[in-house]
């Protein structure tokens, strides 16, 4: 799909010494610098974090916010409310009916 846009999340790592030494962060950026289709989104600040790898509803939400302030921040054409094109376009007046 050529031209779709990817929005990646990176949350607070998981600290466990399994996978402590993956730079998941650094690979992603890297990816990122080569592909403009891919943006990241970090958000280190997710609330209500108790379990490794389980985000609490409160998380949810505040991932939810962070990638609608990210996508909403980027450079985009000014949306426009439908009825203002209605209004701007012109119909075709109805021909005169031969009685």
Known sequence: MEGLRWFVTL???????SVNGVDV????????KADER????????LLNQDESLVIAATGVVR????????????????WVHPSRIIAGIRRPRPSPRAF
């Open 25 to 32: 962060e650094g690979a992603l950026t890297e990816l990122a």
């Open 63 to 78: 991932l939810g916010t962070a990638i609608a302030k990210h996508v909403m921040g980027r450079n985009r054409p000014q």
């Open 11 to 17: 949350q607070p790592p998981t600290d466990d010494e």
């Open 38 to 45: 891919l943006e990241l989104v970090r958000v280190f600040d």
